[in-house]
């Protein structure tokens, strides 16, 4: 029988792993698996050897204050990839995490196939991450196609399979009729995956709602969680005294919020595709701890914090960062946009434009689990 180590650092990184393992499961019933990974994982059957949210750290003085704990977790996970020895490690996202596993597992069983799914984003910072991964890593998944030249011009092996989050937004057909008043136009919210994330936009966030509710009463939101982070959204909202809020986990409940929202906040990251796929109009927030944020500032080569705005090299989302991520800023964008619907109609209309230029002609997914069995037989 085959083994395959599923290697994730986040929720993120472990929504889609899960969807690539569904489909590999689907097709093929003699493979064993092992990871470390979330809820998702965790739903389709693949053990994680611990919780996920042991090692899901946010910025540089996170990293740096839990640095002893992080060694002993990526010793500890290469001691288990190693006992486990499997055929593939198949790594996604959290490189920071993930890559140094891949690196160490290698050196010490080159037998063992490595296979990242999602680069690095060596085009925003540490491009010479590149000609390292060349060592240690067989095959990289790449999102978008214009990570390949960087990848090309090193020599290192690489599929540009496409973005999930990109994909057909179909969803199987959910009740959200408890959640959805005919009178209230919805809202949906997305504070982030990791802890330290939501702890810092919560508190604004909620300050926002409460500005909205001061001149009209007649939205709803909803606040799009993850498994892990649900328990801690529901805590702090409870004693708030607000009855238009609601905080949901379920993904397919999510995807048909989504689709009866009006508007969308994200904080930054992957989240903000999906969005732009369901044609929602959003704004994009984020915030970090000043030093975190000057240590940011001196490492990255890019303007913009959102993919979209990235690959266009200007706002087409609007973004809120830093000093600009309060609830009074919040308050001006969100308002601005709903009351001017062809300042939201331009926008997603760029960002639509923006995702048929990267989108795949496939589904990623599939691609990633066809590559998976493809080097599991070879």
């Given at each position: 029988m085959k083994k395959l180590f599923v290697l994730t650092g986040e929720p993120s990184g472990d929504k889609l792993a899960s969807t690539v393992i569904s489909k590999l499961k689907n097709n093929n019933n003699d493979i064993e698996y092992l990871s470390v990974g979330g809820s998702n994982l965790k739903k389709i059957g693949i053990k994680s050897i611990f919780e996920l949210k042991e090692i899901?750290?946010?910025g540089f003085t996170s990293v740096l204050l839990n640095i002893f704990k992080i060694r002993k977790r990526i010793n500890q996970t290469v001691d288990e990839i190693l006992k486990f020895n499997p055929d593939i490690l198949f790594s996604?996202?959290?490189?920071?995490?993930?890559?140094r596993v891949a690196e160490k597992v290698k050196k010490i069983n080159p037998r063992i196939k490595t296979i990242h799914y999602v680069a690095p984003q060596v085009w925003i910072w540490r491009k010479s991450r590149v000609k390292k991964m060349k060592k240690f890593i067989d095959h990289i998944l790449l999102l978008f196609d214009f990570e390949k030249k960087y990848f090309d011009e090193e020599s290192v092996k690489n599929t540009f399979v496409g973005h999930p989050l990109i994909?057909?937004?179909g969803t199987n057909k959910v009740d959200v009729n408890n959640l959805i008043s005919k009178d209230k136009k919805i809202i949906s919210i997305f504070p982030g995956s990791r802890k330290s994330e939501t702890n810092i936009l919560l508190p604004i966030?909620?300050?926002?709602?409460?500005?909205?509710n001061m001149k009209d009463v007649n939205y709803s939101y909803v606040f799009h969680a993850t498994e892990d982070n649900k328990d801690q959204i529901?805590?702090?909202?409870k004693g708030k005294n607000l009855k238009n809020i609601d905080v949901i986990s379920n993904e397919n409940m999510k995807k048909e919020i989504l689709l009866n929202?009006?508007?969308?906040?994200c904080k930054s990251g992957t989240v903000s595709l999906q969005v732009c796929n369901a044609n929602i109009p959003s704004i994009i927030i984020y915030k970090l701890s000043f030093v975190n944020f000057m240590i940011f500032r001196l490492l990255v080569n890019v303007k913009f914090a959102n993919i979209i705005n990235i690959i266009n090299?200007?706002?087409v989302i609007?973004?809120?960062?830093?000093n600009e991520c309060n609830a009074k800023e919040i308050y001006n964008s969100v308002r601005y946009i709903i009351k001017n619907p062809s300042i939201a109609k331009k926008q997603l209309e760029e960002c639509n434009r923006t995702l048929n230029g990267i989108r795949s002609k496939s589904s990623s997914s599939n691609e990633a689990a066809l590559i998976l069995r493809n080097s599991l037989i070879s």
């Open positions: 899901t750290y946010l996604v996202d959290s490189p920071d995490f993930t890559l994909e057909d937004i966030l909620i300050e926002f709602i409460n500005l909205m529901v805590d702090f909202v929202s009006i508007f969308a906040i090299n200007k706002e609007p973004e809120l960062l830093q």
